[in-house]
Structures are given as C-alpha cells and as structure tokens.
C-alpha cells in the first residue's frame, strides 16, 4: 500500500521558516517522483516544487524558487520541502504527491510542474498559516 505522509505545518510569522516533511512507502524510488502542492482556501491545488527520486532532479514554481528547496533523504525515505522567508500569502495546506517518472522527467525537462491530476497518489496535507 502506498502511503505519503505530510508532517511539519504550523503557524509561523512572516520572515520565519518551516520544514515539512513527507514520508513516503509503498513506492518504488526509481519509479515516481514526488511534488509539492498547497491550497489556500477558496483557490485551486497550486504545484510548489518536485523531485525525482532517483536523480534529485528538482523543479520549482516561480512562487517557491529562491526561496523553498526540496531535497530527500533516502534512507528515511522522506521528501523535505524547507520554506524560508515566508509570505501571508504562502498560507494553505500543503500536500506531498507520487507522479511517475517518465511524466517527472518531461515536466522537469519543460522547466515546469505539471497539475495535480498527473500525480497518483496523494497525502492527506498539513496546515501552515504565516501571520502578517
């Protein structure tokens, strides 16, 4: 059974940072790459940054570059999204996905994350609220 498991939301002032974090199992690393999406309310499902889990390849959103980094650890098999510099308008919740590789490695190849309906397989988000 695959699982994602986001961790690490929270309420932070602005100019603070956050680290999540997203467990995976279930999954083959050589086979999926994992994104970054949030939701504010009332807006649609908003890719931030991915990864490839088998060469780091790392695409970001121009709302997260210079400013988030994804990274993994594979031996904990857990995804980690480090948000610096943190914005009122950074507020959602934020949630880990599983996109196929082949699919990664043609966004990436385009600069871009591609919509969430490419993704297969989602957790369940965590909160984080920035306060101006």
């Known amino acids: 059974e695959v699982q994602l498991v986001e961790s690490g939301g929270g309420l932070v002032q602005a100019g603070g940072s956050l680290r999540l974090s997203c467990a995976v199992s279930g999954l083959a690393f050589d086979e999926y790459a994992i994104g970054w999406f949030r939701q504010a309310p009332g807006k649609g499902r908003e890719g931030v940054a991915c990864?490839?889990?088998?060469?780091?390849?790392?695409t970001y959103a121009y709302s997260a570059k210079g400013r988030f980094t994804i990274s993994i650890d594979n031996a904990a098999s857990t995804v980690f999204l480090q948000m610096n510099s943190l914005e009122s308008e950074d507020t959602a919740v934020y949630f880990c996905?599983?996109?196929?590789?082949?699919?990664?490695?043609?966004?990436?190849?385009?600069?871009?994350?591609?919509?969430?309906?490419?993704?297969?397989?989602w957790g369940r988000g965590t909160q984080v609220t920035v306060s101006s």
């Open positions: 996905a599983a996109e196929k590789s082949v699919i990664h490695s043609t966004a990436h190849a385009l600069g871009t994350i591609f919509p969430a309906n490419e993704y297969d397989f």
């Open positions: 990864i490839g889990l088998s060469d780091g390849s790392a």
